[in-house]
């Protein structure tokens, strides 16, 4: 079993839908990143969290450290929104990222 | 000037050639690092600098050779490669607050994408 997990591993959309995509982990963390991938390759940092909640325009995300769980949401979602998510944690143990295989998102008009 | 710069975007090399990827952060981070992307599995990590030293290998093969000549630059040298070595390689950059570590908000390139024929 992988240290971090996402789910779904494909998801698809109508344009204006919520989406929730979802990440669980099983190590000690320092912070949880979430990760945006477009068709070609580059990957943009979206958020880095240890607690709480963040909030950039229509993108939301939310950790429970207790749980080990992590979401990240997606307001009136958009076609550009179309791209793989990746979640990531910062292991405590060995002070390295730990990465998920991601979430590829497909929003159509 | 964008934040981290890689070259070259595309790469179609044969078994036998040498050949280099380069990045190049405009950021100011003091660590950076190689990642290979391959379809279906998570970014597994090569190489980092941290402050220029090499603190990680992570077991990569020696068909693989990483420079990192200035805090800035970044190479990763390519020879006798073989097939399942074609992937997406990324380079990254983060200001990190312990030498060594790598948990801090990475800044990525856009990716060299290898083929080895």
């Known amino acids: 079993k992988n240290e971090v997990e996402q789910s779904p591993q494909n998801l698809t959309a109508q344009e204006g839908e919520f989406i929730t995509i979802n990440c669980s982990y099983s190590v000690g963390i320092s912070a949880l990143h979430w990760l945006q991938q477009h068709p070609g390759g580059g990957i943009v940092s979206l958020f880095m969290l240890s607690s709480g909640k963040k909030k950039h325009g229509r993108l939301i995300a939310t950790i429970n450290i207790q749980e080990k769980h992590s979401s990240l949401h997606i307001t009136a979602s958009h076609p550009r929104d179309s791209a793989v998510y990746i979640c990531?944690?910062?292991?405590?143990?060995?002070?390295?990222?730990?990465f998920g295989t991601g979430t590829r998102l497909q929003v159509f008009p | 000037e964008t934040g981290v710069t890689q070259t070259p975007r595309h790469l179609v090399m044969g078994m036998t050639n040498k050949k280099s990827l380069k990045c190049e952060q405009h950021l100011g981070h003091n660590a950076m690092y190689w990642y290979k992307q391959s379809a279906k599995k998570p970014l597994e990590l090569m190489f980092v600098?941290?402050?220029?030293?090499?603190?990680e290998n992570n077991s990569v093969p020696s068909r693989f050779s990483p420079e990192c000549p200035n805090s800035s630059h970044l190479f990763l040298h390519l020879h006798t490669l073989q097939p399942e070595d074609s992937a997406l390689y990324l380079c990254?950059?983060?200001?990190?607050?312990?030498?060594?570590?790598?948990?801090?908000?990475?800044?990525f390139g856009e990716g060299s994408r290898l083929t080895v024929l």
């Open positions: 990254a950059s983060s200001q990190e607050t312990k030498l060594g570590s790598s948990t801090g908000e990475l800044f």
């Open positions: 600098y941290s402050l220029e030293e090499r603190v």
């Open positions: 990531a944690v910062g292991a405590v143990e060995t002070d390295k990222l730990i």
